[in-house]
Nanobody
């Protein structure tokens, strides 16, 4: 599976962005999908994940109530709608495809495939 993350950019605090993870080579329907982020000098951290069926969704406490993950089976994409953005949301955002068989979807070890990352900068 090849994953391509897009939709990042520069936005003011309080603004919104919608990230898209597009897949090629294989349908995403069988995979749990996650978004992670990494800020300079910090470890990669979990943001959000959705199970293969879409019935289970997880959010990091820091983004709960502001971010929404969704998947579009017809377009083979996963989205992360980010609202009320804060300066501390600034990071490179990565999408990933994996399975709970390998580990909890909140953990990087659950994921076999990673996109290249898209930069999100929240600044006034």
């Amino acid at each position: 599976v090849q994953l391509q993350a897009s939709g990042g950019g520069l936005v003011q605090p309080g603004g919104s962005l919608r990230l898209t993870c597009a897949a090629s080579g294989r349908t995403l329907n069988r995979y749990g999908m996650g978004w992670f982020r990494q800020a300079p000098g910090r470890e990669r951290e979990f943001v959000s994940a959705i199970s293969g069926s879409g019935s289970t969704i997880h959010y990091a406490d820091s983004v709960k109530g502001r971010f929404t993950i969704s998947r579009d089976a017809a377009k083979n994409t996963v989205h992360l709608q980010m609202n009320s953005l804060k300066t501390e949301d600034t990071a490179v955002y990565y999408c990933a495809a994996g399975s709970i068989v390998r580990g909890p979807l909140r953990e990087t070890r659950a994921y076999d495939y990673w996109g290249q990352g898209t930069q999100v900068t929240v600044s006034s």
